[in-house]
């Protein structure tokens, strides 16, 4: 590369520290990053930068921290419209609850208008990508899109009557026509999703794994999120959850599991010779009572452990660096033990790993030329994050989702300056107060 050679780019990031989460966990000082189109161009110093590097717009990320987009491995996205509806259950009774006022409001407008705040959210915490399972799947996969937000999102199946009636008829050909229809969509990581194996039927679950198989999509399911359903399942098929979808041919590299809190060490054993992924969800199982997932234990085993939210009903926010932090404390203090689950190892769980539990980490999750151009920057301007002595110590302790300035996906910035760029945000909150208001009067009537 020559002065009278260089690469043509679209925006060049440069000065700031760059946490490329690639295989030797680079972290660049004074760097830079080229994005052309949706991808990432180049990375190295911003003095190599100079010569290598024209770009049409340069961003000026001195005193910042750019990192790879945060992903969201497990969320519920339209529930951002219930959030703190239902709080202070057991699952059980939550979900009864849930359901049912699913059912009156969870419409495809309704839905919509949550998945739009559950967007809004997201980007403001720096996350580029979540998984999604909820009711109107197909309204709310356009409506995060049209967002330029990533999503890993398709058929979902439950043996319980929601807002569009008992999920009956021809599942596959429905299901098949969805996923042929959206082969191509760049921001949709096209997925088939069942419930649960305690809400499902064997029918659900053989569909599911025809269609995972034959267009070679993730699987997403809940899976001994609580010792109830551990003992529900047990008693319908005499064997846990994870032997269950085992038996049927759906734990494997495909596959990711939300939640998997009651594991015994053999069924641990099992997801790390399938190659089945894990999305812990700690703040999630520690409100609703579930307990805390065995993850020092997955990660010792070799299983990939990624980090979501779950839905902001149970939650009650989306905020992946909370999740962060959380699952990093919670297992130190469970172990009585402070070097479990350091802060490199918590922060690859929401950002590498993550990618590799959707299987995109070819495309995602660091920040590597080749790469998606999915990444968030981190005003280091604050008091609490004064001053930095370790990076990653920062990002799992001390970062806040307040301090991400600036937001890219598929290489348009869709934050900028703490301003959303493709939202509407204070129409979505006005509608959102509009749904509430109708929830409230029906749940109060």
């Keep these: 590369m020559t002065d009278s050679h260089p690469l043509e780019a679209d925006i060049l990031l440069t000065g700031g520290t760059f946490v490329t989460m690639n295989v030797n966990r680079d972290i660049v000082d004074d760097g830079a990053l080229a994005i052309k189109g949706s991808d990432i161009l ?176 993730l699987f997403m399911t809940h899976a001994s999120e609580s010792k109830a359903e551990v003992e529900t399942v047990t008693a319908r098929f005499g064997k846990t959850p994870i032997e269950v979808l085992y038996a049927r041919g759906l734990l494997g590299p495909r596959t990711l599991l939300a939640h998997c809190v009651h594991l015994r060490d053999d069924e641990i054993a099992l997801l790390q010779e399938t190659g089945t992924s894990v999305a812990h969800c700690p703040e999630s199982n520690l409100k609703i009572g579930n307990g805390i997932a065995r993850v020092p234990a997955m990660l010792k085993a070799g299983v990939n452990v990624a980090l979501g939210t779950d839905g902001a009903a149970t939650n009650n926010d989306l905020d992946m660096f909370g999740e962060l932090r959380t699952a990093a404390l919670l297992h130190k203090g469970v172990a009585l033990d402070p070097t479990v689950l350091p802060a490199a190892e918590a922060f690859a769980m929401a950002t590498i790993n993550g990618a590799r539990a959707v299987g995109l980490s070819d495309r995602l999750g660091s920040l590597e030329a080749g790469k998606l151009a999915d990444l968030a920057v981190i005003d280091l301007g604050a008091p609490h994050v004064t001053p930095l002595y370790d990076v990653y110590s920062h990002l799992c302790y001390a970062v806040d989702k307040h301090d991400v300035s600036d937001v890219f996906i598929h290489g348009q910035q869709v934050m900028a300056d703490r301003v959303l760029l493709t939202l509407d945000e204070e129409a979505i909150k006005a509608e959102t107060h509009s749904i509430a208001r109708a929830v409230a009067a029906a749940c109060n009537g």
């Design 42 to 217: 180049w990375i190295g110093s911003a003095e190599a930068a100079r010569t290598e590097i024209r770009a049409s717009r340069q961003i000026d990320t001195r005193g910042k921290l750019i990192i790879p987009g945060l992903i969201n491995a497990h969320s519920h996205l339209a529930m951002t419209l219930f959030r703190g509806l239902a709080d202070d259950q057991p699952l059980e009774a939550w979900l009864a609850r849930i359901w049912q006022v699913e059912t009156a409001f969870a419409t495809a407008e309704n839905t919509r208008v949550g998945t739009q705040l559950a967007v809004a959210e997201m980007i403001r915490g720096g996350v580029t990508c979540a998984t999604d399972m909820y009711w109107q799947y197909a309204t709310n996969t356009e409506a995060a899109t049209a967002a330029g937000f990533r999503l890993v999102n398709g058929p979902p199946m439950i043996g319980v009557d929601g807002p569009t009636g008992a999920l009956t008829g021809d599942l596959e050909t429905r299901a098949r026509e969805y996923i042929v229809a959206h082969l191509d969509d760049p921001l949709l990581r096209l997925c088939i999703q069942v419930h649960a194996t305690y809400t499902a039927s064997e029918e659900m679950l053989d569909v599911a794994a025809k269609l995972a198989t034959e267009f070679d999509l």
